[in-house]
Each structure stands twice: as structure tokens, then as C-alpha cells.
């Protein structure tokens, strides 16, 4: 009986110790080999079609030849300058809307519904009206952009202001500070964090639309140029295109977490995210 | 006491009661009635082809969607979007369960799922169409493999977060693994299996209509824009209005069952607050 | 030494059997020695007390008991069965209350669910809960969540679950440690009284000096860190105990003077086998 116990025990065990943060590094490291060899020899064996995933090598090898062409660095180009602008809208927008709402309980009373109500309708909704508007230039992904990515600003920015202490509120207004001056020292300190957190979101939801507006209206960037290359048959480049997209989804929340941790070194709650 | 606070003891007798209800139904239907009449009327008797007026399109909205075609486009669709998203929910909690509580595991796949989550769902449809082609199946994939990320991911961290004593304790009165699974990983994790689950609700809502328009020969998507190529405006008009609606209706659906299945969390979070 | 230890013959009424019980922990490479060695007996129907001063390792001590723990060396035996994980028939209440009850169940569920763990049938299980809820003096709130009750009424609960699962043994560790004076007296007496009544066998854990003499037949005092026994102090008090008149006899000072120097000398870094 205890034998039983004892052995179950030290049945896979190793899965439930806790690592130490070299032992994690190098896991992480032990992941991706596996996951990269498998891309590369699961084709090769034929255990899926190569015709459809060629293996990893024929699909850098197809990325090194389109980085040398100056249409991907175009392309890629105007992608992130349509997802600049949409997000830099979406957070201006955001920002002074999320300000107003949080900031005067009237407001915020009275466009709560609305919002309820605004918010799930998917902005993909709108791609026949954007095409109709602004045939596949840019401004028709920019619009897709815009509904999707204002709301997580809007909503953490209000957050952040109704989260303005109001101790400090009447501290400042006790000692007849200056507006501007609560704004700086009151205001945005506390809103800071919220609005990092919102604009985290919303450039990882920007930079979504942006690849999707041109896979589908066929805005020039990335997404465009993967589908021309599927429908050419070129295979192993839409792959390389792909993971291209995907390197810059990761770039993109690295360096916003990189920023985050700047803006925020002093803030202590910084790695305590709010759960909404 | 000053002439302020006399104001605001006045406003809140008078807010208590009749009054108090009035103006919250007010702030709730006041803003939408407005947005809504506004569009009826600035839109009465419009002469811009590409805005008809209200009128027309809450008129086709009936023949449009209701005879034959919810049948045929829109119910297909919504299966397509219900089945995928299960099969991401119960992939990802699954998975989510088995990673959130083996160190190792989580260390080993951290950074390839990192980067996999980090590529804009819509760009597996190219993929998937290889494999899949057109037709339901890969529609049902899409959806599923872009809901899973945030759904995996979240449960991930919400099992991670569960508390170490709750996790003692059932260790020490013995739970079987099947009442550990249930009452201590997936209730510990649940409020942020939630979170997760609404991410994966709105990008699978993106990928139904995003799947229909960009290659399908039914559902609601590919019905919208074959209205759009036709020119027909308000039947396009009301395919965007029936989305949202749609939209809008998942999110109440997910609203309370969110209320009933967290009760507990908001309950526990109040009394923290509250501060006893 | 430790072979002769470890292969003593065990007296019938020995039901928790430690012998050179030993823990050391590896933080960043670096050995902590949190246990050096403990050898005790626990019989059958006592109540034991250990006392010791803060950071003494006394979760450490509990945890390798409870089999949370797996010990560096040494043994454990519940009923002669060596302890590798938490053995059947053991109950802990934690320090922690708000933290060991699972806060989406009620309270009755909470008390119920070691019982269903067991496989006891409904009927079994909601008499044994109500049963155990009436000792506890709770019986009014079996329906309601643990985060609706005072710290004092979760901690209740806590013994509730306890006691229904009709432990062997059942250990606390520092349960009154974060509840207010009064609720602490009132708990004290039920730890007593609940003992009496239902013959528990009790290991309780306490850095408060008072506490373990009011509560125990014997108070082993534990060392500094790295934990060894100290002493080994019989409370020769009468058996039916009063919050008043017990902690106003001449013998209760007496050995409070003495468990107070006891503890004095282990602060002080005295280890077994110095001259006192």
C-alpha cells in the first residue's frame, strides 16, 4: 500500500517540480528546436503533404530570396505605416473620449449602453461600406482599424479615470492647484498605467485588422502580398510571409511591453494587471 | 454646511426612489433613442446611393434575411461559429489545465506558443484553404485555431494564479483527480477561462465573416459582399446591421452566463474591497 | 543513531511516530537548513502543542507532516505507515482560512467535499455536514459563501471540514494566528471541546506561549532555525479547562514562566544538549 503511494509518486513526477529561471531558459529553448525540427522533418517524412507545408528549409530559404526583393520591404513598409496611423487615431481618439466618459459620472451614466452596444459589433461588418467608400486604398483598412482598436484604449483610459483617488482630487483642489498642474501631477499618473495596458491592446488588435485589410480589400502590405502568393501557387513564400506576420505581432508586443516597463518603472502595480 | 453640499443632499433625496429608477432607465435607453432617430432622420429621403435611408433598410432587413436565407446563410454560419468556438473552448481549457500546472511543460512550450499566438489569425486562412479548401471545414478550423489562443493562454495564467493553499488543501483531503480537475483547476481558473473566452468569442466572430468574404459561396459574409458587388445597398446596409445584431446578442448570451458562472468572484472581490 | 531510529519498535498506541525528521531546502544553489533533526511521539487521543519562536520553521515542520512536503531524511509515520504524500484519515487547517476554503463553493459544499472525495453517499454526507456544522455552531449559514462570513466564522469552517472528515489526526497550523482576541478565546475553547467531545487527536501549531498551555497536554518547544526539539513540558493543568479561571492558576503562570524562558533561550540560539 504505501509502496503504491510512493510509486505513484514518482510517476511523472518531473512534470510538477518547479524550475529555476536557467532550467526555464533553457526548456524554452529545448521547445523551439522541437518545434523547429518538426517543421522541417514532419513534411520530409510525409507524415503531412509536403505540396501544402513544404519543410522549414525551402520556407527561409523562400523568405532570404523575398527579403531581397525591394516589393516585400514596400510592403512591409506600408503595413506598419497603416498600422501607425490607425493606431495613432484609435489612441487619440480613445484617450480623449475615455477621459471624458471616466472623468464626468454624467457622461459616463448616460454613454455606458451605447458603448455595451457598440463595442461587440465586429468592425469587420463594415468592409463592403469601407470598400464602397474607399475602394482598397488605405483609408478603407484604416477604418476597419479604428472601430476595432479605440475601444480597448477608450475603456482602460476610462477605467483610469474614474480610478482618479479622489483624495487627491480634493487635495488638489484644497490647495487651489492649478488645472493643469492637477492634470499633470492628479490626473495622469493614475490614468498612466491604465492607458498602457489600453494601448498594448489596442496595437496588437490594430495590427491584426491591418494585415486582415489587406488580405481581404486588398490594402498594399503584407497581407496583400500573402495573397497573391497563394493564389500563384507559390507556397513556401506565403509560409515565409506568414511567419513574417508573425515576427511582427511578436515585435510589436515586445517592444509595447518594453515601453511599459519604462513609462511604468515607478509604478508598483505594474505587474498586477487589472482584470477587465 | 455650504451651499454645495445643500445642493447635493437635495439632489440625493430627490434622487432616492421614483426619481432615481426614472433616470436610470433614461441613462440606458436616452443616448441609443437619440443615435437611432438621428439616423432615421438625417437619412429620410437620402439621395446618397452608398447611405440609403433607414427606412429602406430596416425594410429589407426582413425579405433579406428571413425568407430562405436564414435557413440557408445565416444559421449555417452561426453553427460554423458556435462549433469552432467550442472546439477551441475545450482544447483550450484542456490544454490550458495540463500547461498552467506542469512547470516544465509551460517552460518547454512558452515561447513557440508565444510566437504562435502572435500571428494575426486571418492570415491561416490562406493556409487552411490549402489543406481544407472553401467549404465548411476550414471555416470551423479557422475559427477554432484563432479563438484558441486567447483562451489557451488565459487559462494558462489563471491556472498558474491558483492559490497554493486551495491547492494544499485539496491535496490534503485527498480530492480524486476528477474533483480536482473540476472544483479546484477549473473554478480556481475560471474567472480568467472567462476573459479569455470573450477575447476568443469577438476574434471568432471576426474569422466567421472574415472566412465567408474572403472565400466561401455561402454565409453571412459572402452574402454581404455579394450584395456589396451588386450594389445592392440596403440589403448590404442590413447584412452590417444584422452582424452587429448578432454581435451585440452573443455578447449578452456571454454577458450572463459570465454573471452566473463568476457570481462567486464578483462576490469575493466586493467583500475584499469592502474590506472587512 | 539514526539506524537505531529508524527501526525502533513502535509502542501500540503510537499514532504519529517522527524520528530525525530533516528538511533542507536549495535556494539558488545555496543550502538552507531549515529542519536539523525531530524525534516525537504523538499518541493516540492527544493534544500536542508546538510552540516555538517565528521563523522556527513551524509550516515547514507542518507541511512535511501533512506529506505537502517530502523530507530531506528522517521519517514519518502516521499508524506505522511512512508519510510520502498526504496520507488518508489527516486533516489540516491552515493559518490561511480565507485562502483554504474554496470561495465557489458554499459552505456547506465546503464541508461536504472531503466526504465526497471519500465516496460517502449524499445522505451520509449532508447528515455528517450538518452534523459538524452544529459542533462548530454554524449551522445557520451552510448556505452561504465563505467570503460573506467574518474571518472568525471562515476559520469555523475550516475545523467544520475538518471534524466531518472524521480525521486520525488533525493538525493545525497557527489557525488563530490572524483572528482578533475574543474570537480567539471563543475558537480556543471549541478546539478544546470539539477534542473532548469527539476524541480527536490534535497536532497544533502556535507561536502564542498562552495558547499552547491553555490548549495542550504536553507544549514541545522547538528550537531556532535549523529546528531541533527543545523541550518536551507536560501541562499538568486540570482537564476541564476556563479562559478565566485556568489562565488565573498559580500552576498556568508557572508554566508560562517556564515555556516563556524556554522560548527566551531558543531566540537567544540555545540548542539541545547545552547546559541551560
Known amino acids: 500500500m504505501s509502496n503504491n503511494v510512493a510509486t505513484r509518486r514518482s510517476w511523472l513526477w518531473f512534470l510538477w517540480t518547479p524550475l529555476n529561471a536557467v532550467q526555464r531558459a533553457w526548456a524554452g529553448v529545448a521547445g523551439v528546436v522541437v518545434f523547429l525540427v518538426c517543421l522541417q522533418v514532419l513534411p520530409l517524412t510525409g507524415a503531412v503533404d509536403p505540396k501544402h507545408t513544404p519543410p522549414l528549409s525551402e520556407v527561409i530559404s523562400a523568405l532570404v530570396s523575398r527579403l531581397a526583393t525591394p516589393q516585400f520591404w514596400e510592403a512591409l513598409l506600408n503595413t506598419l505605416t497603416t498600422w501607425g496611423i490607425g493606431l495613432g487615431i484609435s489612441v487619440a481618439i480613445g484617450v480623449v473620449a475615455g477621459l471624458l466618459i471616466g472623468g464626468i459620472p454624467v457622461v459616463r451614466e448616460f454613454t455606458a449602453s451605447t458603448i455595451e452596444f457598440l463595442r461587440p459589433i465586429p468592425s469587420v461588418a463594415f468592409i463592403p461600406l469601407a470598400v464602397l467608400l474607399y475602394g482598397t486604398g488605405r483609408d478603407a483598412t484604416l477604418l476597419l482599424i479604428i472601430y476595432a482598436a479605440v475601444w480597448q484604449m477608450l475603456i482602460q483610459v476610462s477605467y483610469g479615470a474614474q480610478d482618479v483617488d479622489p483624495v487627491a482630487r480634493d487635495t488638489a483642489r484644497s490647495y487651489r492647484f492649478p488645472k493643469g498642474f492637477t492634470l499633470i501631477n492628479v490626473v495622469v499618473p493614475t490614468v498612466l498605467p491604465y492607458a498602457v495596458t489600453g494601448f498594448r491592446l489596442s496595437a496588437s488588435v490594430a495590427l491584426i485588422l491591418a494585415i486582415t485589410g489587406e488580405l481581404i480589400i486588398g490594402t498594399p502590405g503584407l497581407g496583400k502580398l500573402i495573397v497573391i502568393a497563394q493564389e500563384s501557387g507559390a507556397v513556401a513564400s506565403m509560409y515565409a510571409l506568414v511567419l513574417v506576420t508573425g515576427f511582427l505581432g511578436l515585435a510589436v508586443n515586445v517592444i509595447v511591453r518594453m515601453m511599459e516597463r519604462r513609462v511604468l518603472h515607478w509604478h508598483a502595480s505594474v505587474r498586477r494587471e487589472g482584470m477587465k | 454646511m455650504s451651499a454645495t453640499e445643500l445642493v447635493r443632499t437635495a439632489r440625493m433625496k430627490r434622487d432616492s426612489g421614483i426619481g432615481k429608477q426614472v433616470r436610470k432607465v433614461l441613462a440606458v435607453v436616452a443616448l441609443p433613442i437619440v443615435l437611432i432617430v438621428t439616423w432615421w432622420f438625417s437619412s429620410a429621403g437620402s439621395q446618397n446611393f452608398f447611405f440609403p435611408p433607414l427606412e429602406q433598410i430596416v425594410t429589407a432587413f426582413q425579405p433579406t434575411w428571413f425568407t430562405g436565407a436564414i435557413e440557408t446563410e445565416v444559421l449555417p454560419s452561426v453553427w460554423r461559429l458556435l462549433g469552432g468556438y467550442l472546439v477551441a473552448g475545450v482544447i483550450g481549457i484542456g490544454l490550458g489545465a495540463l500547461l498552467g500546472s506542469s512547470p516544465v511543460l509551460r517552460a518547454f512550450t512558452e515561447p513557440a506558443l508565444e510566437f504562435l499566438r502572435a500571428i494575426p489569425p486571418t492570415v491561416m486562412i490562406p493556409i487552411l484553404i490549402l489543406f481544407l479548401g472553401i467549404g465548411a471545414e476550414m471555416r470551423v478550423v479557422v475559427i477554432a485555431i484563432g479563438a484558441l489562443w486567447p483562451i489557451l493562454l488565459n487559462t494558462i495564467e489563471g491556472v498558474r494564479a491558483i492559490d497554493e493553499v486551495l491547492r494544499d488543501t485539496a491535496r490534503v483531503y485527498r480530492l480524486t483527480p476528477m474533483m480536482r480537475f473540476s472544483t479546484l483547476i477549473l473554478r480556481g481558473a475560471s474567472p480568467q477561462i472567462v476573459t479569455g473566452a470573450r477575447q476568443g468569442l469577438s476574434v471568432a466572430i471576426i474569422l466567421m465573416v472574415i472566412s465567408e468574404m474572403f472565400a466561401a459561396q455561402d454565409g453571412i459574409g459572402f452574402t454581404i459582399i455579394r450584395f456589396q458587388k451588386s450594389y445592392a445597398m440596403p440589403e448590404m446596409w442590413s447584412g452590417i446591421l444584422l452582424l452587429g445584431v448578432l454581435g451585440i446578442v452573443l455578447s449578452l448570451i456571454f454577458k450572463l452566463f459570465e454573471s452566473i458562472s463568476l457570481k462567486w468572484y464578483f462576490g469575493l472581490r466586493q467583500s475584499q474591497r469592502g474590506g472587512n | ?276
Open chain 3, 1 to 276: 543513531m539514526t539506524i537505531s531510529d529508524s527501526v525502533s519498535v513502535q509502542s501500540p498506541d503510537v499514532l504519529l511516530q517522527v524520528r530525525g525528521l530533516r528538511k533542507t531546502y536549495e535556494v539558488r544553489n545555496d543550502p538552507i537548513e531549515a529542519i536539523r533533526r525531530l524525534t516525537f511521539d504523538i499518541h493516540a487521543g492527544d493534544l500536542v502543542c508546538i510552540v516555538g519562536p517565528s521563523g522556527a520553521g513551524k509550516t515547514t515542520l507542518l507541511r512535511s507532516l501533512a506529506g505537502l512536503l517530502t523530507p530531506s531524511g528522517g521519517s514519518a509515520k502516521l499508524d506505522g505507515e511512512e508519510i510520502v504524500e498526504p496520507p488518508k484519515g489527516m486533516a489540516v487547517v491552515f493559518q490561511e482560512y480565507a485562502r483554504s476554503l474554496f470561495p465557489w463553493l458554499t459552505i456547506a459544499q465546503n464541508v461536504a467535499l472531503p466526504l465526497k472525495a471519500q465516496g460517502v453517499d449524499r445522505a451520509t454526507r449532508a447528515e455528517k455536514t450538518a452534523k459538524a456544522l452544529e459542533a462548530v455552531g454554524l449551522a445557520d449559514v451552510a448556505k452561504r459563501y465563505p467570503w460573506q462570513l467574518s474571518g472568525g466564522m471562515q476559520q469555523r469552517v475550516a475545523l467544520a471540514r475538518a471534524v466531518a472528515y472524521e480525521p486520525r489526526i488533525l493538525l493545525m497550523d497557527e489557525p488563530f494566528a490572524a483572528v482578533d482576541a475574543q474570537t480567539r478565546a471563543d475558537l480556543e475553547d471549541l478546539v478544546r471541546n470539539l477534542w473532548h467531545r469527539l476524541g480527536l487527536t490534535v497536532l497544533f501549531v502556535t507561536h502564542d506561549i498562552d495558547e499552547s498551555i491553555y490548549l495542550g497536554q504536553r507544549v514541545l518547544v522547538l528550537s531556532n532555525r535549523p529546528t531541533e526539539i527543545l523541550d518536551d513540558i507536560a501541562i499538568n493543568l486540570p482537564d476541564e479547562r476556563d479562559q478565566l479561571t485556568t489562565r488565573n492558576e498559580p500552576e498556568f503562570a508557572r508554566l508560562r514562566a517556564e515555556v516563556y524562558e524556554r522560548v527566551q533561550q531558543a531566540k537567544a540560539g540555545r540548542r539541545p544538549g547545552d547546559a541551560a
